[in-house]
T-cell receptor
Framework: GESVGLHLPTLSVQEGDNSIINCAYS??????FIWYKQESGKGPQFIID?????DKRQGQRVTVLLNKTVKHLSLQIAATQPGDSAVYFC??????????FGQGTELSVKP | DAGVTQSPTHLIKTRGQQVTLRCSPK?????VSWYQQALGQGPQFIFQ???????QRGNFPDRFSGHQFPNYSSELNVNALLLGDSALYLC????????????FGPGTRLLVL
């Protein structure tokens, strides 16, 4: 069935390093993708999005890459900070407004 | 600019009871979507409301129902609660019912005993 999966459930990085979080999606009809950050006890927070007519989009310290050929999405965080520690979810929208989320990757930043 | 708000923040119920959760969308948004997030999992889509109608529904039983009011706020109702309904219930709002960015509220933590 439709699913969005993450390659790595946990990721530990040193403060100041770059982080890369990967995501695979299975629905080729999906044309809108979002990355969310969720801190403990809070709702998911929008980070960045990308539509299928693009393969790269940059924000402040974050970059999302989309490879439609292999149905792969990644989130790159530059100069990772302790405040970046959280669970990161990718989500896809195959139709209408329904978001399909993966299980999440927990990012831990060591000072 | 007010973000998405949800009430209550926490709730404890017993099996068989009914519960109503509330959501106010972000200012300017007209669409509300509800998600259930079990511990350690990603959110699962329950349904979406636009123009006071249910526009899309996920794989949830009829015990889960909702409503959207003329001011765009929304309620999620769950009847005949089961232990497995214990989860974080998230509301997200957007402008439009299609592929637009959804912004989430803080959620309501429901515990069913």
């Amino acid at each position: 069935g439709e699913s969005v999966g993450l390659h790595l459930p946990t990721l530990s990085v040193q403060e100041g390093d770059n982080s890369i979080i990967n995501c695979a999606y299975s629905n080729s009809a999906s044309d809108y993708f979002i990355w969310y950050k969720q801190e403990s006890g809070k709702g998911p927070q929008f980070i960045i999005d990308i539509r299928s007519n693009m393969d790269k989009r940059q924000g402040q310290r974050v970059t999302v890459l989309l490879n439609k050929t292999v149905k792969h999405l990644s989130l790159q965080i530059a100069a990772t900070q302790p405040g970046d520690s959280a669970v990161y979810f990718c989500a896809e929208t195959p139709q209408g407004g329904k978001l399909i989320f993966g299980q999440g990757t927990e990012l831990s930043v060591k000072p | 600019d007010a973000g998405v708000t949800q009430s209550p923040t926490h709730l404890i119920k017993t099996r068989g009871q009914q519960v109503t959760l509330r959501c106010s969308p972000k200012s300017g948004h007209d669409t509300v979507s509800w998600y259930q997030q079990a511990l350690g999992q990603g959110p699962q889509f329950i349904f979406q409301y636009y123009e006071e109608e249910e526009r899309q529904r996920g794989n949830f039983p009829d015990r889960f129902s909702g409503h959207q009011f003329p001011n765009y706020s929304s309620e999620l109702n769950v009847n005949a609660l089961l232990l497995g309904d214990s989860a974080l219930y998230l509301c997200a709002s957007s402008l439009g019912a299609n592929q637009e960015t959804q912004y989430f509220g803080p959620g309501t933590r429901l515990l069913v005993l």
